[in-house]
T-cell receptor, first 112, second 113 residues
Framework: QQKVQQSPESLTVSEGAMASLNCTFS??????FRWYRQHSAKGLEVLVS????GEKEEGRFTAHLNRANLHVSLHIREPQPSDSAVYLC????????????FGLGTTLQVQP | GGIITQTPKFLIGQEGQKLTLKCQQN?????MYWYRQDSGKGLRLIYY???????QKGDLSEGYDASREKKSSFSLTVTSAQKNEMAVFLC????????????FGKGTRLTVV
């Protein structure tokens, strides 16, 4: 069974400083990886989906996937207070791209 | 763009009560999902459905029933609410094949008294 772990559990950064979040997974055969953001009492907003090793950028959000190291990261450029939220890493179950295994999340606080 | 609508937003039930949560999507997606989110445990898949009238169990299906009455709607029933239970139930949908996005609703927050 795929296991997904996120670190750090919580992160505080100053507005404008780069924020980096990490996610490790146990099964490298999964074929897609997603980062979601969840604001308090709201649904999940997909930020970046990445399917191949390397980098994928969506606006201020960049994901790096290294399948050999079982690692995917999210970097947030110039974070703003409105980026304060819980960030969730999700890994697909092999053979069904919609069935996701989630990490427990990183709570990001961006201070003005 | 489309939207996933979950009703109700808040649900308060009593121990032993049968409770039903509803989800509608207008993406015309084939597959729909129900996830449960607990503090400290992340999101876990309860049921999913790949087409109308189809039902597949996830990791957390015990204690739940689900129904895909039509392509756009997917309902979840808590068969017997557990005292002091608190969780958020999230509905999601996606196209059936390929590497596609999975979109989520805003959730139903359940409290059992």
């Amino acid at each position: 069974q795929q296991k997904v772990q996120q670190s750090p559990e919580s992160l505080t950064v100053s507005e404008g400083a780069m924020a980096s979040l990490n996610c490790t997974f146990s099964d490298g055969t999964s074929n897609n990886f997603r980062w979601y953001r969840q604001h308090s009492a709201k649904g999940l907003e997909v930020l970046v989906s990445i399917f191949s090793d390397g980098e994928k950028e969506e606006g201020r959000f960049t994901a790096h996937l290294n399948r050999a190291n079982l690692h995917v990261s999210l970097h947030i450029r110039e974070p703003q207070p409105s980026d304060s939220a819980v960030y969730l890493c999700a890994v697909s179950i092999t053979g069904n791209t919609g069935k996701l295994i989630f990490g427990l999340g990183t709570t990001l606080q961006v201070q003005p | 763009g489309g939207i996933i609508t979950q009703t109700p937003k808040f649900l308060i039930g009593q121990e032993g009560q049968k409770l039903t949560l509803k989800c509608q999507q207008n993406f015309n997606h084939d597959t729909m999902y129900w996830y449960r989110q607990d503090s400290g445990k992340g999101l876990r898949l309860i049921y999913y459905s790949i087409t109308e009238n189809d039902l597949q169990k996830g990791d957390l299906s015990e204690g739940y029933d689900a129904s895909r009455e039509k392509k756009s709607s997917f309902s979840l029933t808590v068969t017997s609410a557990q005292k002091n239970e608190m969780a958020v139930f999230l509905c999601a949908s996606s196209i059936a094949r390929g590497d596609t996005e999975v979109f989520f609703g805003k959730g139903t927050r359940l409290t059992v008294v």
